[in-house]
């Protein structure tokens, strides 16, 4: 048996909650079109009769403008250095950038690094060839895998190439688990997803989720959630709540969704909107929304 930890790297949007979702085969990480919609490490597990991969998908690499961008970043910095392999994940089409680059040349000198140029079905072969060759020219890079992991395009390869650099052991995790987030990280997390796709401009970036309340109701299949969505300016509730009450009604409602999906049954949501100002610059605050740099590994 081999198992051990593969951290998933790279720039905002390239593509490395898609990536886990498909390697795994669940949705463990939220995605969207904006950047940097991941904010914590996120364990997704794959297990099979010969290994099991502990995939961890982390926040885009960044210049961090506040606390919440430290936290993320020191969360993969974490991850990178708990990893037995690392799959650096570039998006084929904005190419191999200069900060691509650097992170390939200085962590492959010293780590097993295996590149992956994801949304190859977006692109024209050419430009995958030409960051194919760019990526062959950094010295120490283990391999160079193309994938789309939205399609599920190459990732039988992928999958081989990171085996060979996972340790022999035993399981980390048993065979049940694909993740190891409670289920109440998950329904924030799935609200967080409808906010960051729905809401405009900096509005969804100030946005935290707290769930207060998560029962299954006494013997009846139905779960209740109470979660407050928080928002960093007084000026941003009025537009998370939308016209009448609108914009919230469609995050509560897609959210409910898939959640409902996630546990298999039916689940009654209510969501509010509260003011916690500036919460991504205090400590304390983004505490309370569980982004806890002591909790991080
Ligand atoms: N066409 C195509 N789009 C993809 C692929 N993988 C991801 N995407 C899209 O790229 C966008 C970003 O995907 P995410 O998985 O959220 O990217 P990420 O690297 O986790 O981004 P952050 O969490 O912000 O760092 C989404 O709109 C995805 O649907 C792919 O293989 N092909
Ligand atoms: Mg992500």
Known sequence: ???????????????????????????????????QTTRDNILGILTTEEYQMVFI??????????????????????????????????????GVTEED??????????????????????????????GLEKLNEIKNIKSVVPISAKQGDNLDTLKEEILKFLPEGEMLYTDDMFTDKPLKFMAAEYIREKAFYLLDKEVPYGIGVEVRKFERR?????????ADIIVEK????????????????????????DIEE??????FLEVYVKVKEDWR???????ELGYDIKNLK
């Open 57 to 94: 998908d982390t926040p885009g690499i960044h210049v961090a403008r506040n606390n919440l961008g430290k936290y993320m970043m020191t969360a993969v910095n974490t991850s990178i250095k708990n990893a037995d392999v690392i799959v650096y994940v570039i998006d084929a089409a904005k």
């Open 101 to 130: 680059e650097k992170f390939l040349s200085d962590f492959s000198q010293k780590m097993n690094v295996i590149a992956a140029l994801n949304k190859s079905d977006s692109v024209v072969r050419e430009t995958i060839f030409k």
């Open 1 to 35: 048996m081999k198992s051990g930890f593969v951290c998933l790297a790279g720039l905002p949007n390239a593509g490395k909650s898609t990536l886990i979702n498909s390697m795994v085969g669940e949705k463990v990480a939220i995605v969207s079109w904006r950047p």
């Open 218 to 226: 006494e013997g009846k299949p139905i779960w209740d959630i109470y």
């Open 262 to 267: 996630l546990l298999g049954e039916k689940v």
């Open 281 to 287: 610059d205090s400590d304390y605050l983004m505490k």
């Open 234 to 257: 007084p000026s941003h509730k009025a537009i998370v709540i939308g016209k009448k009450g609108e914009m919230i009604k469609r995050i509560a409602s897609g959210a409910r969704q």
